[in-house]
């Protein structure tokens, strides 16, 4: 079966890396790494959702910045439109930030405490040399305008908000230059439920109105499938599963990704939904397991023969990426994946 | 309201207050329910609903000197807890009722190895020797599903995952075989997976040991799971109460409809628009009059001035009928 090719996406990610040095002794010689992403490849379309889900560690923070470029990745390509960024400088990345922009966890500490909402949200267009003070003040309130914000909103300071109204405040930052794509980093987790649907309908609304990309990172399952078109299951810094949002949810194929979304507590108290119960926790990605990692974890009998081994993502259904792993995958499915690949 | 032979807390009226900059704020306004034995009330709310400061009163640790609880009762077991002496409390605390809190990092000392701090426990409460401590202390952590316990209890807390160090919190607060546990918020630190084990543990155990349990998330999920009867707080005060099963199939307060409604769950259509509650939950400074969930909807009606009368509205299930906020 030959892979589903997306058509020109927005942003291809090529086998990227991130490792940092952890160094020790009185020299603080490097004398192993954190591999926080370790070979990682997606992709996402114009218009496009693409959920990230995984653990606390799993590196998904680390791959959203490393592709906004807050963090030089190791090696590996990051192609924005057809143009690899993984190692321009800072100042050829410039024009480009105009493009991608990020949302951030905590709004409180993403924003300024002592600008004024004016300053936080005219900045990007000072940097960026747009417009006179006139077209700024009238972009800002425009802005406010949009996130559902009051125009006397601009006059004040980050604390005088709301989790909630700081959020917007963000989201309006990120929103200023009409950035192709955002990275939005936990953006609803640190809010209480009833603001996390004002934000995430909010997210939705822009996103058709402006054509946006998103690259949604959280932890919470339901929030991902709820605003993403497809989903990328991350585990110790490598995406094991890739599919679209209603497939991957209803029929889950890696077993990391059964136990992941096993996981979720159902709002129905009458429902006990039968659970995948892991042992212990993500293992350390500094020196991870030398084959599956996950096949590591449940200590698979299969593992041994993981080590060395290619287990990186195949098609097992148009559009249904999975990592080639025998550990992790059904007898038949991985079955499937050694026939269809002669 | 009555007390039955099967009731291990009941907490009345109680009213818990700060004093700020801004005067005297009402953090629990007349909050009352009762626990009974071997099962688990929740407690939900967004944050700042008053659901954790509930909980510090009831084992009287709030911030000193500025929380204070000016009136109500929490009986428990014969004894009214607000009125209870310092060393009275002490010997409850972490004996009769043990407490789990959010952040398992915080709640260890993180100078001390594991070992001391659960065996400080039994040295205590049991007043056992050291070393009888030590091996109830590794008991309890075998109990509590950690592999290789002897280990454990010479590593530190920084040593040990969230996971495992939540195991030793719950650990911790077992240790005296409580009658009641109240766990605050347990799981909102840790992983979906990890949540997963933690809320499995907690099951068992409180099969095994057959101890009431109180517990406090803004996670309306975790409740459905794990809750017999919930209690749904709104800006200081319960506005519902009902068993977990009559609440998600028959929620009668506007506010509470609005909590289920704005979750999305893994059947809501994928980017359709979720129900939202205007603004956001009301400061506690406004506290005097009438409903408070009308006036975070704008809503100042002139029949809703009085404060709504919580009433059991079908059996068990009881409701502040605010004549805006009671849909049935």
């Known amino acids: 079966m030959l892979p589903t090719v997306i058509e020109n996406p927005l942003l291809s ?330 | 309201m009555s007390e039955s032979a099967d009731t291990i807390l009941e907490v009345d009226k109680l009213i818990t207050s700060f004093e700020t900059e801004q005067g005297l704020l009402r953090a629990v306004d007349q909050v009352s329910f009762s626990v009974q034995r071997g099962k688990t009330l929740g407690i939900v709310g967004e944050s700042g609903c008053g659901k954790s400061v509930t909980a510090m009163s009831i084992i009287r640790l709030l911030p000193q000197p500025a929380g204070k609880i000016l009136g109500g009762h929490v009986h428990f077991k014969g004894t009214d807890l607000v009125r209870a002496s310092d060393a009275e409390m002490r010997k409850i605390r972490g004996g009769d009722i043990g407490v789990i809190f959010q952040e398992p990092m915080t709640a260890l000392n993180p100078l001390h190895r594991i070992g001391r701090q659960v065996s400080e426990v039994f040295r205590l409460h049991q007043k056992l020797s050291k070393k009888d401590a030590w091996d109830a202390a590794t008991e309890m952590l075998k109990l509590v599903r950690i592999p290789a316990p002897e280990q454990r209890m010479m590593d530190f807390p920084h040593q040990l995952s969230g996971g495992m160090r939540q195991r030793i919190v719950i650990a911790l607060a077992l240790a005296c075989r409580p009658s009641l546990v109240i766990a605050d918020e347990p799981t909102t630190a840790l992983d979906v997976t990890v949540q997963a084990q933690i809320l499995d543990l907690m099951a068992k155990l409180q099969e095994e040991m057959g101890m009431s349990t109180i517990l406090i998330t803004h996670d309306l999920g975790v409740i459905a799971e794990t809750c017999d009867e919930v209690v749904v707080m709104y800006a200081g005060r319960v506005v519902e109460r009902a068993s977990a099963i009559e609440l998600f199939a028959n929620p009668l307060h506007a506010y509470t409809k609005g909590l289920l409604s704005s979750i999305p769950t893994l059947d809501t259509p994928s980017k359709s628009i979720l129900n939202t509650i205007p603004g956001t ?48």
């Open chain 2, 281 to 328: 939950v009301a400061s506690l400074g406004d506290y005097s009059h009438g409903c408070r969930f009308c006036q975070r909807m704008g809503r100042t009606a002139p029949v809703s001035r009085e404060r709504p009368k919580f009433t059991e509205v079908s059996t068990g299930h009881w409701v502040e009928t605010c004549p805006e906020c009671y849909q049935p």
């Open chain 1, 13 to 342: 990610v090529k086998d990227l890396r991130v490792h940092f040095p952890v160094r020790s002794g009185v020299m603080m010689r490097e004398t192993s790494a954190v591999r926080a992403v370790d070979g990682v490849s997606l992709d996402i379309k114009p218009g496009e959702t693409l959920g990230l889900v995984g653990e606390s560690g799993c590196g998904k923070s680390t791959l959203g910045k490393t592709i906004v470029r807050l963090i030089r990745p190791t090696s590996g390509k990051i192609d924005f439109e057809g143009i690899n960024i993984s190692h321009l400088s800072q100042w050829s990345l410039r024009p480009l930030r105009r493009d991608i922009q990020m949302i951030f966890q905590d709004p409180s500490e993403s924003l300024d405490p002592r600008m004024s909402v004016r300053s936080i949200l005219e900045e990007p267009y000072i940097i960026h040399k747009l417009g006179n003070r006139a077209e700024r003040n009238a972009r800002v309130s425009e802005l406010l305008d949009r996130v559902g914000l009051p125009a006397s909103a601009a006059d004040r300071f980050p604390f005088e908000f709301s989790g909630g109204q700081r959020q917007r405040i963000g989201i309006a930052r990120a929103l200023a230059l009409r950035p192709k794509l955002i990275i939005c980093d936990e953006p609803v987790s640190a809010l209480d439920v009833s603001v996390q649907s004002q934000i995430l309908n909010l997210l939705v609304e822009l996103q058709q109105e402006f054509g946006l990309s998103y690259l949604f990172i959280a932890h919470d399952l339901s929030v991902v499938k709820h605003i993403s078109d497809r989903v990328a299951v991350m585990y110790l810094g490598k995406i094991v599963e890739v599919a679209n949002a209603e497939t991957i949810y209803r029929d889950p194929r890696h077993a990391y990704s059964k136990a992941l979304l096993s996981a979720i507590p159902s709002v129905d108290p009458t429902v006990r939904p039968k659970r995948i119960l892991l042992e212990g926790d993500v293992p350390s990605p500094i020196d991870p397991p030398a084959g599956s990692a996950f096949g590591h974890r449940i200590s698979h009998p299969l593992y041994a023969q993981t080590v060395g081994a290619d287990l990186s993502l195949r098609e097992i259904a148009p559009g249904h990426l999975v990592a080639n792993d025998p550990c992790c995958l059904s007898p038949e499915d991985y079955q499937l994946l050694q026939d269809s690949e002669d």
